[in-house]
C-alpha cells in the first residue's frame, strides 16, 4: 500500500500540473486576444458595433421652383405620403387588434372606396395572421387625407403601438398642367428633360444628414438636432416663358391640329431683341385623337425645311452680289427637269418670266433653284460656304438638352449629286429644326444679330436673385446691311403680294414666308399619298419687329396642306392675340403712327389749304403756282412755316412725310418703281434720298 502511494500522488500531481499548463496557456491566449482587439482590431469592432446601433439617413433638400417670367409658378414639389402598416404581434397588442380592427376595416373602406368593409376585414385579419411588418395601405395621399387616416383605429396609437407607418416623397406638380410641360421637363434616374434637367444641378439642392441611434424594439430615434448636417434647398429658376402668351400659342396650335387631323406641330415665340423664349408649344396626336406634349420638336426634330430655306439661299446670293431683286428669271410652265428628276411649283401652269423677287414672294421653286444654279453650278462649294458663314451648320448650344443637329451638306459630301443645288436652293437634302430655322429668321428682323434662343433669365434663392442671364449673341451680322435690309422687304412682299397675302389683313404689318415641304418616304418622294410638313415662319410688326415665330404642322391630313393655308393662319391668330393683349406695343406702333418727322405735312398744296381752312389756320399761307404743286409743312416748335420742295430729277426724291399715294406719284414721276412697307406716312426711304438715280431702280418706303 505504502509503496502504490507515491505513485498515486505523482498521477494527481500530473493531472494538476496539465490543468494548470491548459489554463495558463487559455489565458494567455485569452490576454493576447485582449490586447489584439484593444490594440489591433479595436477601432474597426469599435466601428462595426457603432454601425449596428448608430447611422446617418439622408435629409432630402427641397428642390427649387421653376416660374415664369411674371412669377408664375410653373413647376414646384408637393410633399406627398405612403401608407403602410405593421401587423406584427410585438408592435400591435392582441388586445387593440381584436378590439379595432373592424372600426378599422369598416373606416379603410369608407375613406378609400375601392373594397367593402367584409374585404378589408378579411385582408386585415389574414396579414396579422402572417405578420406582415409593411402592408401598404395608401398610395401619394396629400396632407390632409394623411392627417384624417392617421385618426383612424389602431392608426392613432401611432407607429411603435399602432403599426402606422409614413413614407414622405415629393412629387413634381406642374400647376399650368400641359403647358410648356416638354420644356419644363422632368429629371428621372439617368433621363434629363427639359428645364428641370439642364438646370437639375442648380433645382436640386444639397441633402443633409441626420445621426439616428437604434434603441430596445429595433427602433431607431434621431440623437440631437446638433448633430444634423442640414440641407441645402435648392435655387429657384426664373423662365422667360409669359404663361399667357403660352396659353395662346398652344391653344391656337391645339384648335388647328385638330381641324386638319395633323401628326404633330410646334409653336416658338421669340422675342426678336433678346432672343427669349415667350412661348412654346409641342403637340403630338393620340390614338383617341387628343394631343399632348410626348416630345419637344421644336428643339429636337430636324425636317426638310423647304421654301423657308429659299431666304439663306437668297441671302448668300444677294451678299454675293450674283443677281438683284430686279433680274429676270424664266419659270416656264412651273416645270423643270435637273438630271432625271422634276422639279415643279406649286402653281398650276407656272408664272413664266418673273423677277427674282417675284420668284421669292410666289415662292417659285423653279425660278429660285435656276437663279441658284446660275449662280453657282461652277462652284456649288461657294455657295455652301456662303452658308457656312452665317453660321446655319452649327447647333446653337441652348441648355435644354436634345438639339436636333443641322445637316447642311458639302460638296465633299459622297451624296452629294448633280441634282444636289438645285434641291437644297429650296430645301431638301438638308435638315434643321424649327428654333434653328426661328433663330435665323429672327436674325433678319434684328437687323442681322443672331441672337441665341433664351429660356431662363435668373437664378434665385430664397426670393433673392443670385444669378442673372444675359442676351447671347451669337453671330453679330450673318449678313451686311444691304442684304438684311434686302430679305426684310422679300418677307415683307411675301404677305402683301406672295402666298400669305391672307396674313395681310391683320391691322399691323406682318413679314414671313410660308413652306409646304414634301416629306421623304423608304428614301424618296412621291406625290401619290405624299405627307407634307406646312409651315410658317417670320415676324412682327414687321415695321418694328418685337416678336418671331414659327408654326409647324406636320402630317395635315384634313383638306389643306400648304403651309399659307394651314400654318400662316396659327401664326396670324398668335399675332393678332400678342398684339391685342400687348398694351406697349399698341402704344409704340400708335406712337410711330403720329410721330413723322421731319415733316408734318407733305402734300399737295390743294390738300394743304383745305386742311387749313377745316382746322381754321389763316396765319399761314401757301404759295405755289399750282395748286397741285407739293409743298411741305415744317415744324418749328410752337409754331410751323411752309415751303415749296425741288426735286433734282439726277436724284432720289425726298418724300419723307408724305401719304403713299403722294410718295408714289413723286417717285415714279422720276421714273423709279416703288415698294410700300408699314402704314401712315414715309418715315424712311432704302436707298435714302438724294441717292443717284439709276434705270429700273427700286425704293422702298417705310410708313409709320
Known amino acids: ?122 385582408r386585415l385579419k389574414r396579414e ?14 396629400d396632407y390632409f387625407d394623411l392627417m384624417e387616416v392617421r385618426e383612424f383605429p389602431i392608426f392613432n396609437k401611432g407607429q411603435y403601438k399602432g403599426g402606422f407607418i409614413v413614407e414622405q416623397k415629393d412629387r413634381r406638380e406642374t400647376p399650368f398642367n400641359m403647358l410648356a410641360r416638354r420644356t419644363i421637363g422632368f429629371v428621372r434616374e439617368d433621363y ?19 445621426l439616428m441611434k437604434r434603441v430596445s424594439g429595433n427602433v431607431w430615434l434621431p440623437v440631437d438636432d446638433q448633430a444634423d448636417i442640414r440641407p441645402e434647398d435648392g435655387r ?7 404663361i399667357h402668351l403660352q396659353d395662346v400659342a398652344e391653344t391656337a396650335l391645339y384648335e388647328h391640329l385638330q381641324t386638319h387631323e395633323a401628326d404633330h406641330g410646334c409653336v416658338v415665340l421669340m422675342e426678336v431683341n433678346t432672343g427669349e423664349i415667350k412661348a412654346i408649344a409641342n403637340l403630338q396626336r ?117 438639339e436636333g443637329m443641322p445637316f447642311i451638306k458639302s460638296p465633299d459630301n459622297n451624296t452629294w449629286s448633280q441634282v444636289t443645288l438645285p434641291w437644297m436652293s429650296i430645301g431638301y437634302e438638308l435638315r434643321l429644326t424649327p428654333m434653328q430655322i426661328l433663330a435665323f429668321y429672327n436674325a433678319v428682323a434684328n437687323d442681322g444679330r443672331l441672337m441665341k434662343p433664351m429660356f431662363v433669365k435668373e437664378v434665385q434663392y430664397a426670393g433673392q436673385t443670385v444669378k442673372t442671364f444675359e442676351p447671347v449673341v451669337l453671330n453679330p451680322a450673318i449678313a451686311s446691311k444691304s442684304t438684311i435690309e434686302q430679305a426684310q ?26 413652306a ?19 409651315s410658317f415662319v417670320g415676324y412682327f410688326p414687321a415695321n418694328d419687329p418685337q416678336y418671331s415665330c414659327i408654326v409647324v404642322v406636320n402630317k395635315p391630313t384634313k383638306g389643306k396642306y400648304y403651309g399659307g393655308s394651314v400654318a400662316a393662319p396659327v401664326f396670324l391668330e398668335i399675332a393678332e392675340k400678342v398684339y391685342a393683349t ?51 409743312i415744317l415744324q418749328y416748335g410752337d409754331s410751323v412755316a411752309s415751303g415749296t420742295p425741288s426735286f433734282d430729277g439726277g436724284r432720289i426724291p425726298d418724300v419723307r412725310g408724305m401719304t403713299a399715294p403722294d410718295a408714289i406719284v413723286v417717285l415714279e414721276s422720276a421714273g423709279l418703281e416703288v415698294e410700300i412697307s408699314g402704314k401712315g406716312r414715309v418715315s424712311r426711304m432704302i436707298p435714302s434720298q438724294g441717292t443717284p438715280v439709276r434705270n429700273g431702280m427700286r425704293v422702298k418706303l417705310i410708313l409709320r
Open 489 to 514: 422687304s422679300l418677307l415683307e412682299g411675301v404677305v402683301q403680294r406672295g402666298t400669305a397675302k391672307n396674313l395681310n389683313k391683320a391691322i399691323f404689318p406682318i413679314a414671313g414666308k410660308t
Open 286 to 402: 393620340l390614338e383617341d385623337g387628343s394631343y399632348y406634349e410626348t416630345y419637344n420638336y421644336a428643339i429636337g426634330e430636324s425636317f426638310e425645311p423647304g421654301s423657308s430655306f429659299k431666304l439663306m439661299s437668297m441671302i448668300v446670293g444677294l451678299e454675293d452680289k450674283k443677281f438683284s431683286l430686279d433680274d429676270m428669271v424664266a419659270t416656264g410652265n412651273g416645270k423643270i427637269k435637273y438630271a432625271n428628276q422634276t422639279m415643279s411649283d406649286s402653281h398650276e401652269g407656272g408664272f413664266g418670266t418673273i423677277t427674282v423677287r417675284q420668284a421669292f414672294e410666289y415662292s417659285s421653286n423653279v425660278g429660285i433653284s435656276k437663279i441658284i444654279l446660275k449662280a453657282y453650278g461652277n462652284n456649288p462649294a461657294a455657295f455652301i460656304k456662303g452658308l457656312y458663314k452665317m453660321g446655319i451648320h452649327k447647333p446653337l448650344g441652348i441648355e435644354i438638352k436634345g
Open 236 to 242: 429657384d429658376i426664373v423662365t422667360t416663358i409669359d
Open 192 to 210: 434629363y428633360v427639359g428645364i428641370e434637367g439642364a438646370y437639375d444641378s442648380l433645382l436640386r439642392g444639397t441633402d443633409g444628414k441626420r
Open 582 to 632: 400687348n398694351l406697349e406695343m399698341r402704344q409704340r406702333d400708335t406712337l410711330s403712327r403720329i410721330d413723322v418727322k421731319p415733316a408734318s405735312i407733305f402734300s399737295k398744296a390743294k390738300v394743304v389749304t383745305f386742311l387749313y381752312r377745316a382746322l381754321g389756320i389763316t396765319d399761314l399761307s401757301v404759295n405755289t403756282e399750282s395748286e397741285n404743286d407739293y409743298v411741305r
Open 128 to 141: 396579422r395572421e402572417e405578420e406582415n411588418l409593411y402592408l401598404l395601405i395608401g398610395r401619394n395621399m
Open 1 to 122: 500500500m505504502n509503496k502504490q502511494a507515491p505513485d498515486s500522488t505523482k498521477s494527481v500531481f500530473r493531472r494538476a500540473f496539465l490543468i494548470y499548463l491548459l489554463s495558463g496557456i487559455f489565458a494567455v491566449f485569452i490576454v493576447a486576444k485582449i490586447i489584439r482587439i484593444q490594440f489591433v482590431e479595436g477601432d474597426e469592432l469599435r466601428s462595426e458595433a457603432l454601425n449596428l446601433s448608430v447611422k446617418y439617413i439622408d435629409i432630402k433638400a427641397r428642390r427649387g421652383n421653376i416660374y415664369a417670367c411674371d412669377g408664375s409658378l410653373l413647376a414646384t414639389s408637393v410633399p406627398r405620403f405612403d401608407v403602410h402598416m405593421d401587423l406584427s404581434r410585438s408592435t400591435i397588442s392582441e388586445h387593440l387588434f381584436a378590439e379595432n380592427v373592424d372600426s378599422l376595416a369598416r373606416c379603410l373602406s369608407e375613406f378609400f372606396d375601392d373594397h367593402s368593409y367584409e374585404e378589408y376585414l378579411t
Open 516 to 534: 409646304t415641304a414634301l416629306i421623304a418616304k423608304s428614301g424618296g418622294y412621291k406625290i401619290d399619298g405624299a405627307d407634307y410638313n406646312a
